[in-house]
T-cell receptor, first 117, second 120 residues
């Protein structure tokens, strides 16, 4: 079974509007971490935001916030006031305890976000 | 934030030759580095976990003799694609974690800029 599911292959949003990128995950661990990364066309992976499974508050980083619903196993990324430079691929990732005792990240398939002027 | 430098950013090589890709952590020591492969419009596929001073741990289906990984120091890991074929053409990207956070869950992994390999 896929550990990270991003159901939206592509999303469009008008500049200055908010957009939500969906992410659901699957793990039997109680302790895990959820990450969002942005990948522009240049290819680099840019870390955006982190949410720990024990964090009671939703993570926020500037215009990025993570809507964490633990019971539903979802960790949606909300981008407020979209900018043209937000156009990129967005990947949700989870780190849980793999065999051997180290934390290995698993990535979703990604969502392509296009911001229209 | 921490910086990971990956070199080269683009490489074109002939079929049958070998290509070496370097991943360096510039301002921190990385006990563990990860190597990923990414096909166009697809996700990152973990190839192997590179541990300083020991053998890399390869994911299922990844040929260790074809993708040689060497992690000789706390700041450098290399991926060598041996006897490259056109089907090896892809985007390869590394990431590294500060060794202080190697066994914690919330330490972010910093990524290199990626290497676009084209085998002709």
């Amino acid at each position: 079974a896929q550990k990270i599911t991003q159901t939206q292959p592509g999303m469009f949003v008008q500049e200055k509007e908010a957009v939500t990128l969906d992410c659901t995950y699957d793990t039997s661990d109680q302790s895990y971490g959820l990450f969002w990364y942005k990948q522009p066309s240049s290819g680099e992976m840019i870390f955006l935001i982190y949410q720990g499974s024990y964090d009671e508050q939703n993570a926020t980083e500037g215009r990025y916030s993570l809507n964490f619903q633990k019971a539903r196993k979802s960790a949606n990324l909300v981008i407020s006031a979209s900018q043209l430079g937000d156009s990129a691929m967005y990947f949700c990732a989870m780190r849980d305890l793999a065999s051997g005792g180290s934390y290995i990240p698993t990535f979703g398939r990604g969502t392509s976000l296009i911001v229209h002027p | 934030g921490a910086v990971v430098s990956q070199h080269p950013s683009r490489v074109i090589c002939k079929s049958g030759t070998s290509v070496k890709i370097e991943c360096r952590s510039l301002d921190f020591q990385a006990t563990t580095m990860f190597w990923y492969r990414q096909f166009p419009k697809q996700s990152l596929m973990l190839m192997a976990t590179s541990n300083e001073g020991s053998k890399a741990t390869y994911e299922q289906g990844v040929e260790k003799d074809k993708f040689l990984i060497n992690h000789a120091s706390l700041t450098l890991s290399t991926l060598t694609v041996t006897s490259a074929h056109p089907e090896d053409s892809s985007f390869y990207i590394c990431s590294a974690r500060d060794q202080k956070g190697s066994h914690t869950m919330n330490t972010e992994a910093f990524f290199g800029q990626g290497t676009r390999l084209t085998v002709v």
